[in-house]
């Protein structure tokens, strides 16, 4: 999606600078092939306003979600999200006019509704582009037709793993038994409009990579597919020795130096920010259930040594009455007040002192009672790996799979998480951080 966000940046620019251009400047402007000619003369106030408001709508975008290409796919989605971005660009045009010591006075100098009227602009610059993409996207401009060579169950895997993670841009057109690799020619692949083939891994030691390759058409193992074009690991060909080949886990000491101070950072702020929201939550937890405010739960971190994470008690005080149990949509054990902060992501907060105690990271793989770990870990083959990095208060499996309760959404979720065990890195981090903000604004994923 870099494109359309280059497309949105350079449109968002020249429509608000001729938005705001003085009336006595304006006729500087003429929408001819001669207009480019103004550009080396740019009135300087004018432009850079328009430089503040097509960042602060791009800072918006990225943290609502807006560049993810399935969201174009999803008409109410993307309009919702699309006013969400609005609202949030005002206080991100804040934070950039901060740090870049730009006058923000102009957004209330022309006229009362002068707000109103950069606040439907917005909308509209955010809402076409996307719009076209949607147009381009349903009569299948940008689908990439797919060939798998393997068995029919390798087959169904690989369309399963596509269609939960980019919808519209792979389809798979054939299937070919590995048997019958032989009749994967360029003729074949030109009658199918083949784009790339997947290969399942070990499907057929005469498979035709090498061939293929030669031709210039794009050729995948399945378990590269997976990594490289739908970020996540595949669980079932993963081999033994994957580790080796994790960069994620040989950070320097100036890395991992930087993260550590950012967590610490990140927290202190949170917590001073969400003080007040604490102390009514809190308030409100007494009020409508008996028992203590804070709860402790031991969960298992980084190396599988236990440790005790604090959250907000969002259930009644006998919910584990009959043993330990995921928590369910509807649970009936969750309190009045437990149900809001669960949706909203409240009761995590207190986690952010495990981050400062060093037990937790920003970001990482959730971290799963003892029980929950050694069943899983005898379900689900390399699921004690998640346990090489710190486990955090958000990860890569939160904002890329929903909330689950069973062992095939920890199977997916593991997938998630093992793939940022591989690539775990600060831009990465980043990324999730930002991911995160969308999640909880649409509540993503609540349980």
């Not at 378990?223 to 320097?252: N, T, Y």
């Not at 709860?295 to 259930?315: A, D, H, P």
């Not at 095939?408 to 979720?413: N, S």
């Amino acid at each position: 999606m870099f494109f359309l966000w280059v497309v949105e940046f350079f449109l968002c620019f020249f429509a608000f600078y001729l938005l705001l251009l003085p009336a006595d400047e304006a006729s500087l402007v003429h929408l001819t092939p001669a207009w480019l000619a103004f550009l080396p003369a740019l009135h300087a106030p004018t432009a850079s306003h328009a430089l503040l408001l097509s960042c602060a709508i791009g800072m918006a975008s990225l943290v609502i979600g807006l560049y993810r290409p399935e969201i174009c796919l999803q008409m109410r989605q993307l309009m919702l999200n699309t006013v969400v971005a609005g609202l949030l660009a005002f206080p991100a045009m804040l934070l950039v006019s901060m740090v870049t010591n730009v006058d923000v006075s102009f957004l209330f100098g022309q006229d009362a509704f002068w707000p109103v009227k950069i606040f439907l602009t917005w909308i509209l610059l955010l809402f076409l582009p996307r719009l076209g993409f949607r147009v381009i996207m349903r009569l299948g401009l940008l689908t990439r037709n797919v060939a798998i060579i393997g068995a029919p169950r390798d087959a169904a895997r690989i369309e399963a793993a596509i269609a939960v993670r980019r919808r519209g841009f792979f389809r798979v057109a054939a299937v070919v038994p590995a048997a019958e690799a032989a009749r994967v020619t360029p003729g074949w692949l030109g009658q199918q409009r083949i784009w790339g083939v997947i290969i399942a891994t070990g499907a057929h030691p005469d498979h035709p990579a090498g061939r293929l390759a030669g031709l210039g058409l794009p050729v995948f193992e399945d378990v590269d597919f997976c990594e490289r074009h739908l970020r996540r690991m595949d669980l079932e060909r993963l081999p033994r020795d994957w580790l080796l080949a994790a960069h994620g886990l040989s950070c320097g000491h100036i890395e991992a130096a930087a993260r550590r101070l950012a967590e610490i950072v990140m927290s202190l702020l949170l917590l001073a920010f969400t003080l007040p929201l604490l102390l009514l939550t809190a308030l409100l937890i007494k009020l409508d259930s008996p028992g203590p405010v804070l709860f402790r739960q031991e969960r298992v971190g980084l190396g599988g040594r236990v440790f005790t994470i604090y959250k907000l008690r969002s259930m009644r005080m006998d919910a584990e009455a009959g043993g330990p149990a995921w928590a369910s949509r509807n649970d009936s054990r969750v309190t009045r007040v437990g149900a809001f902060i669960r949706l909203t992501r409240i009761d995590e907060l207190p986690q952010l002192v495990n981050v400062l105690r060093g037990e937790m990271g920003f970001v990482g793989p959730r971290p799963e009672r003892p029980q929950f770990v050694r069943q899983l870990g005898e379900a689900i083959p390399f699921y004690h790996d998640r346990a090489y990095v710190k486990p955090g208060v958000t990860g890569w499996a939160q904002v890329n799979y929903p909330y689950g309760a069973s062992v095939e959404d920890a199977r997916q979720k593991l997938s998630y998480d093992l793939y940022y065990v591989k690539y775990r890195s600060l831009f990465l981090d980043g990324l999730i951080v930002l991911a995160t903000i969308r999640v909880i604004l649409f509540q993503e994923g609540a349980r």
